[in-house]
Structures are given as C-alpha cells and as structure tokens.
C-alpha cells in the first residue's frame, strides 16, 4: 500500500525526545535524636553540602527539572526543599511519592513511568541502596555507591516516560559535594 510506505518513511524521520533524569541522594542526616526513620533531620554537615550542591547545580546544568518528586522522609523533603530556590522551581509543584520510602528500584521506575510525557526533566530525591542501584540500572553500570547529596545525571533514549527500563540511560555524571570547590 502507497500510504503506508510513506508512514514508515515518515516514522524514521521522527527525532527521539531524549529525557533527562536527576537522582539525588538526600542529604546527611542526623541521629542525635531518637526520632523514627522516617523523621530524621539532616546534620549540619547535610544543610551545608545541600547548599553547595543546590548552587552549583543552578550554575552548571543545562537541563532545569520540569517536574520534582520527593520521598516523603524529613531529611529528603528538606534537602529538595534546600535545593529548590538554587533551580528556580517552586516549592508548590513538589510532589511527595510514598513509594519512594523504603522501597525498591521497581518502585521508583513505576513512579517514573507515571510522569506525564510533556515534562523532558525530572529531578527524583530518594535514598540509598535504591537510588545507586536505579542508576546502575539505567546506565547499565556497576558503579559505586552513590554518598549522600550526591547527583546522578542521567540523559534516557525515550521518548515517553513509560518506556523507561534498564540500559535504556547514559550517565553524564555525578555531582559529589566532595568534589565541588566552595
């Protein structure tokens, strides 16, 4: 058939939108106080590395998140809450996910399969071993252990959100506050 020919032609023609994902690790939290874990706060010394790494991600990305979602913990919610101003997103468009809490990397996936097409970058504040094992998965790597207030960047060969599996991502880096100079 003539017309489905040149729909074949067509479709090879169609750029790939690619996304592009920050996994952030919460900050360092405290255990001074005997709060239950989904409470701890974060320590002096994750309040100064959220500041560090909130400025210079406002000073050295080129791709600002369009959407932001959080696990409900304190000291994750605080630490999106730190960096927030740095990108200029507003604070009333954070989303709290519950399954972003003391869950798995399939958790996370099904969360970011859920986000609307229309957003291109999402920023996802998690914990860890989940948030280091998700980034492995997607970039295919077996790297280390992701510290705390670390960042993954991560650009995806999809077009829509749903389509995110394993390999299906190549990390451009990992912002360590270790390594930014104050």
Same mark, same amino acid.
């Given at each position: 058939?003539?017309?489905?020919?040149?729909?074949?032609?067509? #479709?090879?023609?169609?750029? %790939?939108?690619?996304?592009?994902?920050?996994?952030?690790? &919460? @900050?360092?939290? $405290?255990? *001074?106080?005997?709060?239950?874990?989904?409470? #701890?706060?974060?320590?002096?010394?994750?309040?100064?590395?959220?500041?560090?790494?909130?400025?210079?991600?406002?000073?050295?990305?080129? &791709?600002?998140?369009?959407?932001?979602?959080?696990?409900?913990?304190?000291?994750? =919610? !605080? !630490? @999106?809450?730190?960096?927030?101003? =740095?990108?200029?997103?507003?604070?009333?468009?954070?989303?709290?996910?519950?399954?972003? =809490?003391?869950?798995?990397?399939?958790?996370?996936?099904?969360?970011?399969?859920?986000? $609307?097409? *229309?957003?291109?970058?999402?920023?996802?504040?998690? &914990?860890?071993? !989940?948030?280091?094992?998700?980034?492995?998965?997607?970039?295919? #790597?077996?790297?280390?252990?992701?510290?705390?207030?670390?960042?993954?960047?991560?650009?995806?060969?999809? $077009?829509?959100?749903?389509?995110?599996?394993?390999?299906?991502?190549?990390?451009?880096?990992? %912002?360590?506050?270790?390594?930014?100079?104050?």
């Amino acid at each position: 058939m003539p017309g489905m020919e040149l729909t074949r032609a067509f #479709r090879t023609f169609i750029p %790939i939108i690619m996304k592009h994902l920050y996994l952030v690790r &919460h @900050a360092k939290s $405290s255990w *001074e106080l005997d709060f239950p874990d989904i409470e #701890r706060t974060l320590n002096e010394r994750g309040y100064r590395d959220a500041h560090l790494v909130g400025k210079y991600l406002s000073e050295n990305i080129e &791709h600002r998140p369009d959407a932001v979602v959080c696990s409900p913990s304190v000291r994750t =919610y !605080t !630490t @999106a809450l730190i960096f927030l101003p =740095y990108l200029k997103f507003p604070v009333g468009k954070l989303m709290l996910a519950r399954n972003l =809490y003391e869950s798995g990397p399939e958790d996370y996936l099904n969360t970011i399969s859920e986000t $609307s097409d *229309e957003i291109n970058t999402l920023m996802l504040f998690g &914990h860890n071993p !989940t948030i280091s094992e998700l980034t492995n998965r997607l970039t295919g #790597r077996n790297s280390e252990s992701l510290g705390t207030t670390n960042v993954a960047e991560i650009t995806l060969a999809i $077009s829509f959100w749903e389509k995110i599996k394993a390999g299906c991502g190549k990390l451009l880096r990992v %912002i360590d506050p270790k390594e930014i100079q104050d």
